[in-house]
C-alpha cells in the first residue's frame, strides 16, 4: 500500500495541473488516470483535436476564398481527410506526451486504472489501495444524453465520434447550438457539409451577451450554416439515412430532416460514476455535481475541481482551481477570482468574453456605460480581410471600472486576455485606453471600446 501526501483522480486540465503545483510545492503526489494516455476529454477528444481541425479547416476557407483577393494562385484546394486526422492525432500525441513528461519531470506517480474512494483518505485502483491525507476529485464530465437520440459514435455521434468520422459527410444535423455544436459545425460547413443545428431555445449559446449573440448567428448564416431555433429533438431514425424528428415549441407543429451524420451537443455533466462518493459521504447538488466550496468538500480531506463540480466548464477554469486547491493543501491562501473567466469560442470569427454581459447588469439595476468598435475600421483587419465583428467593453458609469467584455472579430480569443488583467487589477475604461496599442494591431480595436467608454473612439 502506497501512501502519498495527495492523490488526484483524474488526469485531465484540473487534474494534471493540480498534480504539478502539488509536487512543486513539496507534496508526495499521484495522479490517477484510466485512459492510456495523460490530458483528460480536453487533450485526447476535446479542446485540443477539435482546434487542429478548427484551424486546418479555417485554412482551406482562407485559401478557397482569400488567397485571389491577396493575390496568390493556387491552381484549387483538395482535401486529404485522412491526412487532416492524422495532423490531429499528431497534434494530440504531442500534447499528452508532454503531459507524461512533465509528470516524470515533477516525479509525480502516474496510478494507472479508474480509482474508487474506498474509504476517508483511501484510494482503490483495480486490486490495490493507496492512502492520502488529502484527495482531489477531478474526474470532469462527460456527454449528456438526450432521450430518443442513441449515440453510436459512427452515424449518430457526440463531439468524440465527430472528431473521428471516417469520411467528410455530404450532410449534418447538430443538436444544441452551443460552443461544442458550433465549433464542430463550423468544421465540417468550411469542408462541404450541409449544416443544420436544431435549438431547443430561441437564442444560440445561451448566456452570452445578446448583442453578440444576434451577430454571431448572422455571421455563421453567411457561412451557410442553417438554424432550426425553439425545436425540441423527438428522436432520430436511423435507416439509409438519418431522420430528425422535432417539434416547434411556438406551435408543437412537427417536421424532421433527413440527414448523414447527427451531432449530439446538448451539453456535458459531472462524471461521478464508480467514484464511491456515497460511501464516504461525499455531498452532491440536484444537478449531480460534488459539492464544493473553495475546493472543499464537506468531507474533510476531500478536495473538488473543475467539470465536475459547480462552476463553468471549461478547461481553464478547472486549471486554476487545480492550482488554487494544491496550495491550499499546502497550507498556502489558493484562491479563484470566477469574476475573471473568460469564455471562447474558436470559430471564424472567434467569440470572446469575460465579466458581466449587459442583460446582467441590467437585471442588476447597475448603471453601466458602453463602449464598442466595429473590427471594419480596425487597419490590421481590413488588410487581414477579418471585418467582421466588434468589441463591446461594459464599465461602471460613476467609477468607469470595467465590468465586463464581449468581443466577436479576430484572434478575439487572444484580446480578451488585456481586458482580463485590467479587470484583476480593478481598471477602469480609461486605464485601458491610455494605454499606448502598437500599431497596426487588431488590439487596437480593444483600445478604441475603452475611449467609446469616454470622449468616443478616434477611429469611427
Known amino acids: 500500500m502506497a501512501s502519498y501526501d495527495v492523490i488526484i483522480i483524474g488526469g485531465g486540465p484540473g487534474g494534471y495541473v493540480c498534480a504539478i503545483r502539488c509536487a ?29 481541425l478548427l ?56 496510478l494507472k486504472g479508474w480509482g474508487k474512494i474506498t474509504a476517508k483518505g483511501e484510494v482503490t485502483v483495480g486490486e490495490e489501495k493507496h492512502t492520502a491525507k488529502n484527495i482531489v476529485i477531478a ?12 449515440v453510436d459514435e459512427e452515424r449518430v455521434v457526440s463531439s468524440t465520434g465527430a472528431l473521428e468520422l471516417k469520411e467528410i459527410p455530404k450532410s449534418m444535423v447538430v443538436i444544441g447550438a452551443g460552443v461544442i455544436g458550433l465549433e464542430l459545425g463550423s468544421v465540417y460547413k468550411r469542408l462541404g457539409t450541409d449544416v443544420t443545428v436544431v435549438e431547443f431555445l430561441d437564442a444560440i449559446t445561451p448566456g452570452m451577451d445578446a448583442e453578440v449573440q444576434r451577430q454571431f448567428r448572422k455571421l455563421l448564416e453567411k457561412q451557410g450554416i442553417k438554424f432550426v431555433m425553439g425545436a425540441a429533438v423527438q428522436g432520430v431514425e436511423k435507416g439509409d439515412s438519418l431522420k430528425v424528428t422535432y417539434k ?9 430532416i433527413d440527414t448523414d451524420v447527427v451531432l449530439l451537443a446538448t451539453g456535458r455533466r459531472p462524471f461521478t460514476e464508480g467514484l464511491g462518493l456515497d460511501g464516504v459521504g461525499v455531498e452532491m447538488t440536484e444537478r449531480g455535481q460534488v459539492k464544493g466550496s473553495h475546493g472543499k468538500t464537506n468531507v ?60 446582467q447588469l441590467k437585471e442588476q439595476g447597475r448603471k453601466y456605460k458602453v463602449g464598442k468598435f466595429q473590427f471594419m475600421a480596425n487597419g490590421r483587419a481590413k488588410a487581414n480581410l477579418v471585418t467582421d465583428g466588434f468589441v463591446k467593453l461594459l464599465a461602471d458609469a460613476e467609477t468607469d471600472r470595467l465590468l465586463g467584455a464581449h468581443i466577436i472579430g479576430p484572434a478575439a480569443g487572444e484580446l480578451i486576455h488585456e481586458i482580463c488583467v485590467a479587470m484583476e487589477f480593478g481598471a477602469s475604461a480609461e486605464d485601458v485606453a491610455r494605454t ?11 483600445r478604441e471600446a475603452a475611449l467609446a467608454c469616454g470622449d468616443g473612439a478616434i477611429h469611427s
Open 24 to 52: 512543486q510545492l513539496g507534496l508526495k503526489t499521484a495522479c490517477v488516470e484510466g485512459r492510456e494516455t495523460l490530458g483528460g476529454t480536453c487533450l485526447n477528444v476535446g479542446c485540443i483535436p477539435s482546434k487542429a
Open 55 to 110: 484551424h486546418a479547416s479555417e485554412m482551406v476557407h482562407e485559401t478557397a476564398h482569400n488567397f485571389e483577393t491577396m493575390g496568390i494562385s493556387t491552381g484549387g484546394v483538395t482535401v486529404d481527410w485522412e491526412k487532416m486526422l492524422g495532423h490531429k492525432s499528431a497534434v494530440i500525441e504531442s500534447n499528452v506526451k508532454g503531459v507524461e513528461f512533465l509528470f516524470k519531470k515533477n516525479k509525480i506517480d502516474w
Open 139 to 150: 474526474t470532469g464530465s462527460e456527454v449528456s444524453p438526450l432521450k430518443g437520440v442513441e
Open 248 to 256: 416547434l415549441r411556438k406551435d408543437d407543429s412537427e417536421a424532421s
Open 300 to 359: 474533510d480531506g476531500i478536495w473538488v475541481i473543475g467539470d465536475v463540480t459547480t462552476g463553468p466548464m471549461l478547461a481553464h477554469k478547472a486549471e486554476d482551481e487545480g492550482i488554487a486547491v494544491a496550495e491550499s493543501i499546502a497550507g498556502q491562501k489558493g484562491h479563484v477570482n470566477y469574476d475573471v473567466i473568460p469564455g471562447v469560442i474558436y470559430t471564424a470569427p472567434e467569440v470572446a468574453s469575460v465579466g458581466l454581459t449587459e442583460e
Open 436 to 446: 499606448c496599442h502598437a500599431h497596426p494591431t487588431f488590439s487596437e480595436a480593444v
